[in-house]
């Protein structure tokens, strides 16, 4: 029998902190959010800054999945679009403002399941959480990740 990819066992133990509706709702909102509001911080901090971190990450997303790091990427090239569009003195107070929200919503989101959130076992979860999310979308498009 062959063993499960790492990325499988990861997002179904992700998966179990998020079984609620409400849950996984919240989180569909709130994770892209906290990605695009991080980027946004570092981004205040120095563009170049929010590149290397985004580019960290989709080298960690390419080791897992190459479909769903090239999803990432999208994404990851839309967030930084946005950022450079957005006037340069609204970013950090905007991104502060949205990263709280968002953050308040996945532990109300928390709460609601019963269960606490999955990256105080493994901090990793904070990177699959997007993932997680992405992967409804695949699903839904009969994408293979």
């Not at 959010?33 to 960290?56: E, K, N």
């Not at 989709?58 to 479909?67: F, H, I, N, Q």
């Not at 990432?72 to 450079?84: D, E, K, V």
């Not at 609601?112 to 904070?126: C, N, T, Y």
């Amino acid at each position: 029998m062959a063993q499960p990819r790492p990325i499988d066992v990861l997002l179904a133990q992700y998966a179990d902190s998020h079984r609620n509706p409400t849950n996984e709702l919240i989180h569909f909102v709130c994770v892209p959010l906290i990605v695009f509001t991080l980027l946004g911080i570092l981004w205040s901090i120095h563009p170049l800054l929010a590149w290397m971190a985004g580019l960290a990450a989709l080298a960690y997303y390419g080791r897992l999945s190459m479909p769903f790091a090239i999803g990432m990427l999208a994404l990851f090239l839309l967030m930084m679009s946005l950022l450079s569009l957005m006037p340069p003195l609204t970013v950090l107070p905007l991104s502060i403002a949205m990263f709280v929200v968002a953050w308040v919503g996945q532990f109300i989101g928390h709460k609601i399941e019963g269960k606490k959130p999955s990256f105080l076992d493994d901090v990793r979860f904070l990177l699959i959480g997007p993932l997680f999310v992405l992967g409804f979308l695949y699903r839904r498009f009969n994408l293979a990740y």
